[in-house]
């Protein structure tokens, strides 16, 4: 992930994850009476949930400050036009050795993480999530190299996809900030080694898939199931998610436009593929917030997003101010496409995400 974010005004929120199974935050901030956000509750929850993400950030800063330690990366580049079996040989050789390469990547900028947030390192397992990478690249490869069209690949491998985002996330949703590095790692690494032109015909197959990992559709659907057709809940959410690509893009260009020269690990906002990951970000949570809506619950943020942030964000160089001033850009851009009814349906929920996400929580 990569976000981008700022204060709009003080009656926005925030939260984020807490993991299950081996958790990650002391056990007094994980109760469930934060966890549920019926509207009419709005403002206590809110507060519940900002005081949570405080006492979790603290917790987890307090450990940033007992270990220093340098980090590298990089990718890099090749040839395409004459025939798609040889670009389909040269990927699925470079996949081979592209996922170990990335995982060295990832151990350098993730490693000290894992006690830094208690994760049992046994859940962190190099060859089976390298193998997961090829194996999901894989048939992005043969989907490209049998001339299935992109929209086709959500069906070929969408359930696959689903089901090792979940494999990972329910074991501790922290290990599955070490997936989508090395996934995101493991791309660049495919893309360099193609020519210009081979990059745009090969890049839209490989975004499917990180598109299925980040974000999380299964979860999603899954909530959509309990609810009447006409909830309010689900047409507010079938609303939403009919314009996240072009809210995300809205999003990613007013925050750009406010954050002129700013560079993270990856580049500059306006470099391409930083703005392709930073429009996904907000498509991210975009996709939390519909979650949350669906549950009737801060949960989803709390068990996943909040934390990934806090552990990849800083590592990537990417600001609290940055995610601060997308948040509020995002509040704007939902206001003022959807109808009155959905806003409202979503604001408790927008408000606590802000305010979970504020500076007051990462003051130190």
């Avoid at 700013?262 to 593929?273: C, I």
């Avoid at 609290?320 to 704007?332: G, N, P, R, S, T």
């Avoid at 851009?333 to 990462?362: C, G, N, Q």
């Amino acid at each position: 992930m990569t976000g981008i974010l700022q204060g709009y005004s003080k009656s926005l929120a925030v939260a984020d994850d807490i993991p299950q199974g081996q958790s990650f935050a002391p056990q007094e901030i994980t109760g469930s009476d934060n966890q549920q956000l019926p509207e009419t509750k709005g403002v206590n929850v809110s507060s519940l949930a900002v005081s949570w993400a405080k006492k979790y950030y603290s917790t987890i800063a307090a450990r940033e400050n007992q270990a220093h330690r340098q980090i590298p990366q990089s990718p890099e580049s090749s040839n395409f036009e004459s025939n798609r079996a040889k670009i389909v040989d040269k990927l699925t050789e470079t996949l081979k050795v592209a996922s170990e390469i990335a995982w060295g990547k990832v151990e350098a900028v993730l490693g000290e993480q894992i006690e830094r947030h208690a994760i049992a390192p046994s859940l962190i397992n190099r060859e089976e999530i390298a193998r997961d990478t090829r194996t999901l690249y894989g048939k992005a490869i043969d989907a490209y190299g049998d001339r299935e069209p992109v929209f086709r690949l959500s069906v070929l491998v969408g359930k696959d996809i689903v089901r090792i985002r979940r494999k990972y996330s329910e074991t501790d949703p922290l290990v599955l900030g070490f997936v989508t590095l090395e996934f995101q790692y493991t791309s660049k690494i495919l893309l360099g080694c193609l020519s210009e032109s081979e990059r745009s015909e090969f890049a839209p197959y490989l975004k499917v898939v990180d598109d299925y990992l980040h974000i999380p559709h299964g979860e999603i659907n899954e909530a959509a199931a309990d609810h009447a057709p006409n909830s309010k809940a689900l047409l507010a959410v079938q609303h939403l998610l009919q314009q996240t690509t072009q809210i995300a893009s809205a999003v990613y260009d007013r925050a750009s436009a406010q954050h002129q020269g700013y560079r993270s690990n990856s580049g500059y906002l306006t470099d391409r593929d930083v703005k392709i990951s930073g429009i996904r970000d907000v498509e991210i949570f975009q996709s939390y917030l519909c979650w949350c809506v669906l549950t009737g619950s801060i949960g989803p943020v709390q068990q996943e997003l909040f934390p990934i942030c806090v552990m990849l964000y800083p590592k990537l160089h990417v600001s609290w101010e940055l995610v601060q001033d997308m948040l509020l850009i995002l509040f704007w851009e939902i206001s003022d496409r959807l109808p009155a009814a959905d806003v409202m349906v979503f604001l408790p929920y927008l408000r606590t995400l802000t305010e979970m996400f504020s500076s007051h929580v990462f003051e130190n």
